[in-house]
């Protein structure tokens, strides 16, 4: 069988602790409040521009026509009407903000220092634009969004003046220079790559550092044979003079008495005869044969390998000196691509800059002022718009008032769960 939840008992839950709810919700909506005042106080200040894009011909019924005489009504569509979203994109353009500027700096008012945004809304079904400025300072949203108003009227109602014309040709003019010198870089950078071959040549440096290292471990290998037949040669060399002290020993007496024999008196010249040739024991004794036999191999080995390391040590100091040249070219090669590339993305910039002048120019060329005017101008914030306390407020009690009936609720069920 389901339990339903008796309303009562869960009134009673909530009565029990009602001072905790009641200091929950106190506590948070008064700290709420508290942190309210130590935001930061945003103004928000507001004027009307009505568009009227022509004067009506036609006019379809007599309330249109006061509606469109007093400003503030409907605007018929016609084929020089410019549309909500164009104003809206002038508005917004950098030649109404320096403008916008321009008449601020002439009145002496600067807005360093301040947070200020700036937004602007079409009002549905009526020809009026609703332009709001937010600050941090009521004065500086007060007098921004009338000189924002007042900018945009000016430049609305210069378009075809002398100043306007000469202005859109020197932009047009402008930003074909900017367009022919970005094509220019483009194609200068194309060529460099292609003519550097830059892939080719790190390409080239990759497989001679390959080698370079191939050739380093060789090296290592051939050093290592090296020693041990340096070693294996001077444990032969050994061996065998040990042997030639074992015959010579052995001979001793049979040969000095065979010199003295035959020498006679004349010593010295028998032993200049004798001293370099082997004796017969040497000459038939096969392990001396193959100690000789071994020491020859092994020199000859060694002379190979020290040839060999000497070979490609040469050939590793060639490929460094090739690999430092192709570096060097590299290294060229990169400052000049860099150089390009900076100058390119200086050049684009100023492109994008330019592009966007021209852009506002052919928008403002499009407009028909007709009597574009300010409808109602701001006034100094009374109070401010953010933040909103009273909204905060409710907000906090809201929520808190349901984490704290929760939180009881979670309580009363514990407490019988105890129980």
Excluded at 86 to 101: P, Q
Excluded at 271 to 276: C, R
Excluded at 291 to 299: C, D, L, N, S, V
Excluded at 353 to 367: F, G, M, N, P, Q
């Amino acid at each position: 069988m389901e339990e339903e939840i008796d309303l009562r008992e869960l009134f009673m839950v909530f009565w029990k602790r009602r001072l905790f709810i009641a200091a929950f919700v106190s506590a948070v909506t008064v700290l709420s409040v508290i942190v309210t005042f130590m935001l930061p106080k945003r103004y928000e200040a507001s004027s009307l521009l009505t568009i009227n894009p022509y004067y009506l011909t036609y006019i379809q019924s007599p309330l249109k026509a006061a509606a469109l005489g007093s400003g503030i009504g409907e605007s018929a569509p016609g084929p020089e009407s410019t549309s909500m979203k164009t104003h809206i994109a002038i508005l917004n353009s950098s030649r109404v903000r320096e403008s916008l500027m321009d008449i601020l700096n002439q009145r002496d008012i600067d807005l360093k220092g301040h947070n200020i945004s700036y937004e602007v809304e079409s009002l549905d079904e009526t020809s009026l634009l609703k332009l709001k400025v937010i600050s941090d300072d009521p004065a500086a949203a007060k007098e921004a969004v009338n000189a924002w108003g007042e900018a945009y009227v000016e430049i609305a109602k210069s378009k075809g003046s002398e100043g306007s014309v000469t202005y859109a040709k020197f932009i047009r003019n402008e930003y074909e220079v900017s367009r022919s010198k970005l094509e220019e870089l483009e194609e200068k950078i194309s060529d460099l790559k292609i003519k550097s071959q830059i892939e080719t040549k790190k390409i080239r440096i990759k497989k001679l550092r390959e080698q370079q290292n191939a050739d380093a471990g060789r090296i290592i290998e051939l050093t290592e044979e090296k020693q041990l037949l340096e070693e294996n040669l001077k444990n032969l060399k050994s061996e065998i003079k040990k042997h030639n002290k074992f015959v010579t020993t052995g001979s001793k007496a049979l040969a000095d008495e065979a010199i003295w024999r035959f020498a006679g008196d004349d010593v010295d010249a028998v032993w200049d005869k004798l001293k370099d040739k082997k004796m017969i024991t040497q000459v038939r004794n096969p392990i001396y044969k193959e100690m000789e036999t071994g020491i020859a191999q092994k020199e000859l080995r060694l002379s190979n390998v020290a040839d060999r390391i000497n070979y490609i040590k040469k050939r590793s100091a060639s490929l460094t000196d090739s690999v430092l040249k192709l570096e060097k070219e590299m290294q060229e090669i990169s400052q000049n691509l860099k150089r390009l590339e900076r100058e390119q993305n200086l050049t684009q910039t100023n492109y994008d800059a330019v592009y966007s002048r021209v852009t506002e120019a052919e928008l403002i060329s499009k407009i028909n002022a007709g009597n574009t005017k300010i409808l109602s101008r701001a006034s100094l914030p009374g109070g401010p718009v953010k933040p909103n306390r009273k909204k905060i407020a409710l907000l906090a009690f809201g929520i808190s008032l349901l984490l704290s009936m929760i939180t009881a609720g979670f309580g009363g069920m514990l407490e019988e769960y105890k129980g």
